[in-house]
């Protein structure tokens, strides 16, 4: 039994990833995200350009305009000076440090999980994307694991916020569990950083900045895995999808004032990263990678859940497919939100897990 487990969840996830990563480097589609959106926007403000593109710009339609704050665009600056395949490896590097990183950071010792978490399709999307999402996943796994200190915590949470403006909902998480101070740190230093590094391009796109990302939820919405994208395949009018969408997030958040107001830290922690997901107007499955923080802090231990996001191979990662495959990622999140938040589970949490020495 031994054997087999060690072959199951070791052997095979570590050489289906070999092998899917390889391929990707082959056919030059390694780190996709980081070559047709991060790595030109890095070089464009190395040169002192914006990285934004116009409203009218085909790449916003094609997927592959930079459309995110600008520090991580500064962020990648060391990026530019090597060649693309180069820095394509490296920043496949980085995300699967960063996602071994995020599995420690919540106190995740049990191999098990870790090969588990290989054979995810998220997963794999996030590396082969070399996708923001894996810092994101980092940075929540490091506001949970120095909750208790106020500057480290408001450090995660406001530089997580000023990459990408999905784990905003943290901020009502340390709020309700007054944490006052690092909730006013974290907006401290959310705006204090964007603010630094616009100034930077004499503030160059900023004003237009929510028109693009209107126009960009516009384009891709209902094209992706995002609730209103699940809603609008089940058969909801547009309209109708973004307001029950809506509500479906602002219970969360009421899930996350709740719970927080209980003491319940781990419950109340998974409401808003869920709320984020759940707001985002548009999702594609690198996004679920957040996932592996809630699971991890719930569950430090292997059980079959942790096998459950591989059911999302069969979904294509660069569109959301038909109506069923569409709602499969929504399914598959919101069993694992539901696992985490079920009466019956055990929230006690690991010692690495709850910041202690």
Known sequence: MAAATLVVLLVVPVAWASFFLVAAGVHESLAYDFREAYLPAAEAVREGRSPYPAIDDPSLDAETAYVY????????????????????????????????????????????????????APTLNAIHMASSSVLLALGAALAWRYRAMVWPLAAAVGISIALKLVLWPLLVWTLVTRRLQATGGAVLVAACVTFAVWSVLGFEGMGRYPELLREL???????????????????????????????????????????????????????????????????????????????????????????????????????????????????????IIAFVLSPSRDASVSPVAAGSP
Do not use: K
């Not at 530019?80 to 071994?100: D, F, K, R």
């Not at 998974?270 to 996932?291: D, E, N, R």
């Open 217 to 335: 939820a516009r384009l891709n919405a209902d094209e992706s895995y995002s609730l209103v994208g699940a809603l609008a395949a089940g058969g909801l009018d547009g309209t109708v999808a973004r307001v029950v969408a809506g509500a479906m997030a602002a219970a969360l958040l009421i899930g996350c004032w709740l719970f927080g107001r209980r003491g319940d830290d781990v419950r109340s922690f998974t409401c808003a990263l869920a709320a984020g997901l759940a707001f985002t107007p548009i999702l594609w499955q690198h996004y679920l990678v957040l996932l592996l923080v809630p699971l991890g802090i719930a569950l430090p231990r292997f059980s079959l859940i942790w096998l459950l996001p591989a059911l999302l191979w069969i979904a294509p990662r660069e569109d959301n497919g038909s109506t069923l495959v569409t709602m499969l990622p929504v399914f598959v999140a919101a069993a």
């Open 69 to 120: 704050p600008p520090l991580l665009a500064y962020a990648l600056i060391p990026f530019a000076a090597l060649s693309e395949n180069a820095a394509a490896v490296v920043a496949a590097v980085v995300a699967i440090t960063a996602l071994l990183g995020t599995l420690l950071l919540v106190g995740v010792r049990d191999w098990r999980c870790y090969g588990a978490a290989l054979v995810w």
